[in-house]
């Protein structure tokens, strides 16, 4: 009888504790990508660093180089800080 309370007992505990993060929002994500790139990091992923331009609101073309969007988005950073 007791039973079905524990599991909701434990249920909420799984779920408070072990709930996933918050999405961070676009300008973290960049911010993120930037400090691991002067970090030494490489972008392996070229997509990933081209949804992260275009979630700041950049247009971003299939061709352009990845060296080219990090410097957007780099520039775009910037321009946030400026107004905060």
């Known amino acids: 009888m007791g039973k079905p309370a524990a599991q909701g007992f434990f249920a909420r505990l799984r779920a408070r504790w072990f709930a996933p993060p918050a999405p961070l929002t676009a300008n973290a994500r960049a911010r993120q990508l930037v400090e691991a ?8 992923i070229t997509a990933r660093v081209n949804a992260i331009a275009r979630d700041l609101g950049l247009e971003v073309s299939r061709k352009a180089s990845v060296e080219d969007t990090i410097a957007r988005i780099r520039l775009a ?8």
Do not use: K, N, Y
């Open 37 to 44: 790139i002067d970090r030494g990091g490489i972008p392996l």
């Open 77 to 84: 950073l910037t321009r946030v800080a400026e107004h905060d």
